[in-house]
């Protein structure tokens, strides 16, 4: 009896040994490694006194919220309908100019909260003249 109680506990304490050791293995992650989601900030470019802004896309992302993210936007309507009225203090007079994008120098065919950029773009606001 006394050799199956000590065979029962080497038993118990080794596996007491291999879950701890298991637990400090996947907590300092060399197993299953902890992936970081690192969000990477956009750079906006801003040329001609502020009326031409550049920034790359960002997969799965809109133009409208990548702008929205990095500079002080103005604008009339909401999401999809969102028409951008004002850029970093630079406001576009209705009367005459509007904030336009173009993806890779070609323009949009739909709006700016339409419009999913992908990482190889490039996105460019130009406030033009009419």
Do not use: C, H, R
């Not at 109680?5 to 701890?20: A, E, K, M, P, R």
């Not at 907590?27 to 040329?47: A, D, L, S």
């Not at 909401?78 to 406001?91: L, P, S, Y």
């Not at 576009?92 to 336009?100: L, N, V, Y």
């Amino acid at each position: 009896m006394k050799n199956k109680l000590s065979t029962f506990v080497i038993i118990v304490v080794i596996l007491i040994g291999f879950g701890t050791t298991g637990v400090l293995l996947y907590k300092n992650g060399i197993i299953f490694p902890k992936t970081e989601q690192t969000q990477q900030e956009t750079v906006i470019t801003f040329t001609d006194n502020g009326k031409v802004a550049t920034y790359k896309g960002k997969n799965n992302t809109t133009a409208l919220s990548l702008l929205q993210s990095n500079t002080n936007v103005e604008m009339s309507g909401t999401g999809e309908n969102a028409f951008v009225t004002k850029i970093n203090g630079v406001a576009a007079d209705s009367t005459k100019e509007f904030w336009s994008f173009s993806v890779n120098d070609t323009a949009a065919s739909v709006g700016a909260g339409s419009y999913v950029t992908k990482d190889s773009e490039t996105i460019t606001w130009k406030l033009v003249t009419f």
